[in-house]
T-cell receptor, first 113, second 106 residues
């Protein structure tokens, strides 16, 4: 079983709908991250969480919100989806410590019509 | 200025060639960096970590130049399977560069 899972894997929705993307991990990591990826723009950090009570904005948080329901779960919400939020979304986890790398989920492909 | 910047490429090289990419960073306090490899529309996967002077793993060598604030990735004897996008990220905020696309041709 994968250590970092994302649901759904693909989603098509309409402008104005509320969407939630979910991320779960079995690695026991305390740090979790949400990124979006657009062609030619690499990964841009939306939000990150160092533990259940610590949520931080990233580079591009406008239009998004997050919830850290438990150490293992970090969800990303789009309250009112718009077409320019069409992207590939990745969740990542990481253990605390400067030398520890991130582990990524398989991604969620979101299309907003 | 972005925290981390990369030349997007693409770098088109023949099999067997040596190719190098650079990644510049703006925060002089950044302690460590990572190179990730990403295949088309797949999740990034760690290739190498970079601390202090550098790191080598087989055909891959990563180096850190603190004076000029860049990290580099050198790939020797390129294989067709090395074709991918290579992303760098600093460990202070985990902001990624835009990625450098490598195409290795037969």
């Amino acid at each position: 079983d994968a250590d970092v899972t994302q649901t759904p894997r693909n989603r098509i929705t309409k402008t104005g709908k509320r969407i939630m993307l979910e991320c779960s991990q079995t690695k026991g990591h305390d740090r979790m991250y949400w990124y979006r990826q657009d062609p030619g723009l690499g990964l841009r950090l939306i939000y990150y969480s160092f533990d259940v009570k610590d949520i931080n904005k990233g580079e591009i948080s406008d239009g998004y919100s997050v919830s850290r329901q438990a150490q293992a779960k970090f969800s990303l919400s789009l309250e009112s989806a718009i077409p320019n939020q069409t992207a590939l979304y990745f969740c990542a986890t990481r253990a605390t410590g400067a030398g520890n790398e991130q582990f990524f989920g398989p991604g969620t492909r979101l299309t907003v019509l | 200025r972005k925290e981390v910047e990369q030349d997007p490429g693409p770098f088109n090289v023949p099999e067997g060639a040596t190719v190098a990419f650079n990644c510049t960073y703006s925060n002089s306090a950044s302690q460590s960096f990572f190179w990730y490899r990403q295949d088309c529309r797949k999740e990034p996967k760690l290739l190498m970590s970079v601390y202090s002077s550098g790191n080598e793993d087989g055909r891959f060598t990563a180096q850190l130049n603190r004076a000029s604030q860049y990290i580099s990735l050198l790939i020797r004897d390129s294989k067709l399977s090395d074709s991918a996008t290579y992303l760098c990220v600093s460990s202070d905020k985990f902001y990624f560069g835009s990625g450098t696309k490598l195409n290795v041709k037969p």
